[in-house]
């Protein structure tokens, strides 16, 4: 079977690359000459874990294009991003694929979008443009099916994870459905074009208010002088609550926008846009808690550490790290960015030893593994504050090399309460709230109530 993926990127690429594994034989379509070039030349365009090994698998099958050809499966995996301005989905990939299609589709083809889209894109915009090619959607076969694999476990998740299938009729569906047990182990779910549409726009959005819930955590246990990151584990005890954590913001070329998706032609709904705002304002919330520890520097200088949209991947792409440098420079701080995973961004990337010299704080944004283990003695600031907005440091070691540590929602009062004076912020306590405390394991540090007293846990 011969089939072209469209858009070789974070999706399409190794989707083609299990198909070709898998037996297909599959021609690579991408817009961007560079992509097609490097694949041609043994090289990979982005990196992620596993897909070395599998190009090697499917070299012998497949083969990267600027233009698509005839073939029995075309598979869309274009970008839907977001107009910014207009806060609606940006649809033109996906009509500029369809229509290179309508130009090669023949009578009993099958084609199949996995780009996430608007619910009612498949019938209302990709269908009728396939039609252009004069063949009728009775004549060939349609199916949506999105995509669930993350970032940087994409190709295990590819193989491993339930998928939905939603087919425009019943041989569409099961046409698709037999493609996909190729190199599918996990669970397949049928339903309707629209249907997987919205199922897909649902997962995301979910996950995105569900961030922001814990985001909302975070400032209020600031409010109470609460440690956020105990409470959660705390809460997290109970059978039936799963909180998220609280960071710096929520990135990503999915998360980020695609509530906006589910909701851009609708009336009626709030929760969905009110998370997003509050997503959407946790970098001004970690500017804040920067300005709150270098009142009164001069000419302070702040190294970012970690500007991927989230740890361990090197995409930047809705990185909340945009919008806090471009908040804290039109302040007057001076920026320093460093990142072991990215290879591009607008502002230059340092090694962390020179990011940090002469820095006044050190803000970590990403929660790349390589930073837990960071040595604080090795790095020459100026001055010694670190804020640790995904709490992922050793903050003992950091503090016993003299830095002040702040962690985002560690209850250290950006905007103080009254509470009984004298009693230290909650953030100076054990935040290992996952280790119970028995008689042979007592806390080091005593823990107090907001009324002074000892706390029995
Ligand atoms: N990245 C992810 O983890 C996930 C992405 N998705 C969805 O999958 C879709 C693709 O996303 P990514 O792979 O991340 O995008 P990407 O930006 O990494 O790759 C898309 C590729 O398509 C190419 N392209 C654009 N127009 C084209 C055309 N007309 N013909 C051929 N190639 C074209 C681009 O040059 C680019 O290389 C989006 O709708 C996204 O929302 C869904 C789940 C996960
Ligand atoms: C429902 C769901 O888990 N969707 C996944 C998601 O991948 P993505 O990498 O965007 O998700 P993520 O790991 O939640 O990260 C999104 C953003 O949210 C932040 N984040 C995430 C979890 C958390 O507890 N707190 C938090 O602040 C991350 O740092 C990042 O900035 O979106 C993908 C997509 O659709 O592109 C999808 O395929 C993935 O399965």
Not at 149 to 175: F, H, W
Not at 216 to 237: P, Q, R, T
Not at 274 to 294: C, F, G, K
Not at 425 to 439: C, E, F, K, M
């Amino acid at each position: 079977m011969k089939i072209c993926v469209l858009g070789l990127g974070y999706i399409g690429l190794p989707t083609a690359l299990l198909l070709a594994a898998h037996g297909s034989d599959v021609v690579g379509v991408d817009v961007k000459q560079s992509v097609v070039d490097c694949l041609n030349h043994g090289k990979l365009p982005f990196k992620e874990p596993g897909i070395e090994d599998l190009y090697q698998q499917a070299k012998d099958r497949f083969v990267a294009e600027r233009e698509p050809g005839a073939a029995d499966v075309f598979l869309i995996a274009v970008p839907t991003p977001l107009d910014p301005a207009t806060k609606v989905s940006d649809l033109s990939y996906v009509k500029r694929a369809a229509d290179t299609i309508a130009a090669h589709l023949r009578e009993g083809n099958l084609v199949i979008l996995e780009s996430t889209v608007p619910p009612g894109t498949s019938e209302r915009v990709v269908i009728p443009r396939l039609e252009k090619s004069g063949v009728t959607i009775r004549d060939f076969l349609y199916a949506h099916c999105p995509e669930r694999a993350i970032p940087g476990r994409t190709l295990k998740e590819m193989v491993c994870n339930s998928r939905i299938i939603g087919g425009y009729d019943r041989d569409s569906t099961d046409q698709a459905t037999s493609l996909y047990q190729t190199f599918v182990c996990g669970e397949i779910y049928q339903t309707d074009t629209r249907t997987a549409e919205f199922v897909k726009l649902m997962e995301n959005t979910c996950r995105d208010v569900n961030i922001a819930l814990a985001n909302e955590f975070a400032k209020l246990a600031d409010e109470c002088g609460v440690n956020v990151w105990e409470a959660i584990s705390l809460a997290n005890k109970h059978p039936r609550v799963s909180i998220l954590n609280p960071g710096p913001g929520v990135g990503g070329h999915c998360i980020a926008i695609d509530p906006w998706f589910l909701t851009e032609n609708s009336t009626r709904c709030r929760m969905v846009s009110t998370a997003r705002e509050v997503n959407d304002s946790m970098p001004n919330y970690v500017l804040h808690i920067t300005r709150d520890l270098l009142t009164g520097i001069k000419d302070p200088v702040i190294s970012i550490f970690g500007v991927a949209y989230k740890g361990n991947v090197g995409d930047t792409r809705e990185s909340p790290a945009f919008k806090f440098i471009q908040l804290a420079e039109n302040e007057g701080y001076a920026i320093r960015c460093h990142d072991p995973y990215v290879r591009e961004f607008p502002h230059p990337l340092m090694e962390m030893a020179d990011a940090a010299a002469g820095s006044n704080c050190i803000v970590i944004l990403a929660d790349h593994d390589c930073f837990r283990g960071i040595e604080p003695a090795g790095l020459r600031m100026r001055t010694k504050f670190v804020i640790d907005a995904r709490n992922i440091l050793d903050h003992e070691q950091w503090t016993s090399q003299g830095f002040a540590v702040r962690v985002l929602g560690d209850g250290s009062l950006v905007h103080p309460v009254p509470l009984d004076e004298g009693i230290p912020p909650a953030g100076l306590y054990s935040t290992d709230a996952t280790r119970p405390i028995t008689a042979s394991s007592p806390p080091s540090v005593p823990l107090l109530s907001p009324d002074g007293r000892e706390r029995f846990l």
